[in-house]
Structures are given as structure tokens and as C-alpha cells.
């Protein structure tokens, strides 16, 4: 029975990346090692939650087997080792081995048209995201050629004076990107084009009670996107306003006390949605909101990341 191979295995860990301490995702679930949530069926990550280098392989190897293995045997009988890897990291990031087009080209053995199709997968929340652009191309390279080229620990980003973080699966496309959000939230990232100061790193994950190794890998940039979106959100709630003007009717003006009344009754009404918004989105980002409480109450800092 085909098993993803060692090689396998390093190939996705490089470019899920492993966190080996836990750390919330974009959207606020708990997920450690190559991106494991509890949802995977092998592990339930919680605050504080730690695993070995080894014990984050030995979960991702048990989730493969469990949840995707059997799904491209199915989808690719027959497949060679090489070709069996590749529909194995393809499913484990997208979960489409089912109904991926490029799978009916690869029975066909149209290579031509795997290596167009897969790459149609390039896509995350509406838009083509360079990262998924480069990994389905590696897909491709180890289903078409059994390359494994991608199976690198890190894509890095270094200058002789190694002043620069390490980066740790984001495309050279993405970087600017990651820079202009940590500018954006007061962080010296730095004049190098393509580069980011370790120490902005450092300063970021500290901050927001991150595993301290100066490395933009998938906590510190699930742990960025979390800290956008907040902003966002709290502006957006910050950002309405109520207008009320005059108001006739077929019979004639409405009484001004009448007026003064819906007047009250519709500001009350908004401020009380505004206030339970405002506690969700306390809640939903209450990582975010240790991090700007830290410095001042870090007692209570520490009780909102422990839930």
C-alpha cells in the first residue's frame, strides 16, 4: 500500500512550514507543527502546547495516513512514489484531489495538461497568492519529474552581516508585503529591498507572546494577518455615523417630540450593536488585544492568550 515517503513528507513540512509551539491560524483556531488543527484528528492543539521536531513529523505522517493517503490512492491508482507525493502535499494544502482536472490529464498521462491545471490552484481568498503560485509548480515538478527541489528547509532571504530574518515559506513576491504590514504597525523593518531586520522580527514576536527565533514562518505570519485584520475591523466599527433628517407625512409634519424620540431610540439602539460588536471582535482577536495590553497588565495578558 503506496505511503507518502520521507521525501514526501519534507516537501510538504517545507512549505506548510512546522511551528513547533502552538499559535492561532488567520482566523483565530489553535494549530501547531505543519499546520495540524484539531480538525486534522490527531491532535488538539492548545495554549502552551509544545512538541520535538520529531513528534511534529510523527503527527504530520499520522494525519496523512488518516485523512489524505487513502483519498489520492483512490483518486490515482497506480501512481509511482514520486507522483503519489506530489497528489499527497497537492490534497493535504487544497483538499481537491476529487475534483482537481489535472488529476483526469495525469490518467491520461497528458503531462501537458497536469502541469497547466494544477496550476489554476493558485488562489486563496480571491486572489492568486505568489506562494501557492510556486507550490503548485513544485507540485507539478515532483508529479511530472519526480523533482523534490522543493523539499528545501527555508526559503531565505540573508546578507553577510545576517542582520536579516530568516523567512520560512513566503515567496521573494510576498516579502515586500510582510514589510509594509510591520512598518505599518511601528516596527524597524528595515531599508533592504528584499529583506526584513531580524530585530523587527524579534520585537514582533514578543510582543505578541510568539515562540522568539526571529523567523517570519507560519505562526508570525498567521499572527500578522490576525493583527491587520483586526485593525480593519475596528475601524470599520469605528467608522459609522447616524444622520436623521425631517420626516413628513401625507397628513402633515411629524411632531418635533416624536422626532427627538426615534432620534434617542435609533442612537441607543446603535450604540448597544456597536458595544456587543465591539466585545466579538474583542473576543474573536483577544490575541491581539495581549498584545497591546502586555506592557501595561500582563497578568491579563497572559489570561487572554491562555483561551
Known sequence: MMKTSAQGVAFIEAHEGVVLNAYRDPVGIWTIGA???AASGVVTPKAGMKLSRSEATELLMQSLDK????????????????EFDGGVSFDFNTGGIFKASWVARWRAKDSAGVRARIKLWNKAG?????????RREEEAELILEGNYFGAEETHAISEANGELARLVGPAVEEVLTIKERLDSLGYAVGDAKLGIRRAAVVQFQSDHGLHVDGIVG??????LQRRM????KAVEAGGGGVAIGGATAAGGAIESVAVEQLFWWLAGGIAIALLVYGLV??????DI?????????PRAAAWLRSW
Open 281 to 286: 471582535l474583542a473576543i474573536r482577536y483577544r
Open 289 to 297: 488585544v495581549a498584545a497591546n495590553i502586555a506592557q501595561i497588565a
Open 218 to 223: 507560519a505562526a508570525t505570519l498567521a499572527t
Open 67 to 82: 485523512n489524505y493517503e487513502p483519498r489520492v490512492r483512490k483518486a490515482m491508482p497506480g501512481a509511482q512514489q514520486h
Open 229 to 232: 485584520d483586526a485593525r480593519k
Open 35 to 37: 499546520g495540524l488543527t
Open 126 to 134: 480571491g486572489r492568486v497568492l505568489a506562494g501557492l503560485v510556486r
